[in-house]
Nanobody, 122 residues
Framework: QVQLVESGGGLVQPGGSLRLSCAASGSFFSINAMAWYRQAPGKQRDLVAH???????NYADSVKGRFTISRDNAKNTVYLQMNSLKPEGTAVYYCYAIVQLSATMKNEYQYWGQGTQVTVFS
């Protein structure tokens, strides 16, 4: 089983910064793509940023230039550096990973973290 544990959420004023972390643990062969999603109250869960195992990234238009996704493959951890936060960034942020459990079985499985709350307030 694979577990994703997020940390780093909290309260911040507009223009401030936060850094989210998500560490994967358990028994698996490799972690392929990792991503951050967010879900505001009453809204759907949306992709914020995505990173491949090779380090290629893409971002939602709303966060380009302000957020940076990165990963440490040795630590099985993905990060989201969030700068210049806006009130509309208030949401629960979820870590997501596509994992290959076995070296011999190529099947990939999707996992979600439990979410971490980010609140941007004046």
């Amino acid at each position: 089983q694979v577990q994703l544990v997020e940390s780093g959420g909290g309260l911040v004023q507009p223009g401030g910064s936060l850094r989210l972390s998500c560490a994967a643990s358990g028994s698996f062969f490799s972690i392929n793509a990792m991503a951050w999603y967010r879900q505001a109250p009453g809204k759907q869960r949306d992709l914020v940023a995505h990173i491949t195992s090779g380090g290629n990234t893409n971002y939602a238009d709303s966060v380009k230039g302000r957020f940076t996704i990165s990963r440490d493959n040795a630590k099985n951890t993905v990060y989201l550096q969030m700068n210049s936060l806006k009130p509309e960034g208030t949401a629960v942020y979820y870590c997501y990973a596509i994992v290959q459990l076995s070296a011999t079985m190529k099947n990939e499985y999707q996992y979600w973290g439990q979410g971490t709350q980010v609140t941007v307030f004046s």
